[in-house]
């Protein structure tokens, strides 16, 4: 079992039942993997949820993330600010850092910028590779 952060989008692509990601999505409900979130993370989850799909909708979801045995809430202490290219995706690189998630599973190309980072070490694996890795 790993603990992942799961950014937004990754999220909104994962949910759908069908959806080639869906794998991701059950797996965090099965305890394969525990999704790690943090209030922020939470909130933009509900805010883009909302975007895209109906409010019963949103609310089971957010439900479902939130009565999940196997979804860890975090409170990040410490802001990295790791991300310049795009400052609010450092939610996700706070709550992994605080978390020691094993990846943030993204496919935006902001995050590559950790790559290059040796402290705070933070992995990130695209939607892709960690449905191979699953």
């Known amino acids: 079992m790993s603990r992942l952060v799961i950014d937004t989008n990754s ?13 991701l999505w059950i797996s965090l409900l099965d305890g394969r993997n525990t999704l790690c979130v ?4 939470l909130e933009e989850y509900e805010e883009q949820l909302q ?10 979801a957010i439900g479902v993330i939130i009565n999940n045995p ?3 809430f975090i409170t990040p202490y410490f802001r990295f600010k790791l991300i310049v290219a ?10 992994a850092v605080a978390a020691n998630a094993k990846y943030v599973v993204t496919d935006d190309g902001h ?9 705070p ?3 990130i694996v695209g939607l892709d590779d960690i449905i191979q890795l699953i």
Do not use: G, N, W
């Open 121 to 123: 070490k933070v992995d």
């Open 86 to 95: 795009d400052p609010d995706d450092d939610k996700f690189v706070d709550c």
């Open 70 to 72: 196997h979804t860890q």
């Open 111 to 119: 995050f590559d910028v950790l790559k290059q980072i040796d402290f």
């Open 11 to 23: 999220l909104l692509q994962c949910i759908s039942r069908r959806s080639i990601y869906h794998d």
């Open 51 to 60: 975007r895209f799909t109906s409010r019963e909708f949103t609310e089971a």
């Open 38 to 41: 943090s209030t922020e993370i």
